[in-house]
């Protein structure tokens, strides 16, 4: 089992967590719908997190944001006009 580093923010202090792909079984994974050509990431929410990961590698690297921040990350690339979340 590969471990995984992610990191969180929580009051504003880094927090470096090794976690295994095991922790992140039975989580509901989505893709956008506007996803296409397999050039995306999917998205699983945990209680207050939000982790990311490739598409096309289930087992690679997962990186954990607190809810707050990602939505910070979304709210940005709509503002951005480039349209990629709209």
């Given at each position: 089992m590969r471990?995984?580093?992610t990191t969180s923010r929580n009051n504003?202090?880094?927090?470096n967590l090794q976690r295994t792909?095991?922790?992140?079984?039975?989580?509901?994974?989505?893709t956008s719908s506007r996803s296409s050509g397999g050039a995306c990431v999917k998205v699983a929410v945990d209680g207050n997190h939000v982790h990311?990961?490739?598409?096309?590698?289930r087992s690679?690297?997962?990186?954990?944001?607190?809810r707050e921040t990602f939505q910070a990350?979304?709210?940005?690339?709509?503002?951005?006009?480039?349209?990629?979340?709209?």
């Amino acid at each position: 089992m590969r471990a995984v580093t992610t990191t969180s923010r929580n009051n504003a202090d880094d927090i470096n967590l090794q976690r295994t792909q095991r922790d992140f079984e039975g989580l509901d994974w989505r893709t956008s719908s506007r996803s296409s050509g397999g050039a995306c990431v999917k998205v699983a929410v945990d209680g207050n997190h939000v982790h990311v990961r490739d598409s096309k590698d289930r087992s690679g690297p997962v990186l954990t944001f607190d809810r707050e921040t990602f939505q910070a990350f979304v709210d940005f690339v709509c503002e951005s006009g480039d349209g990629a979340a709209n």
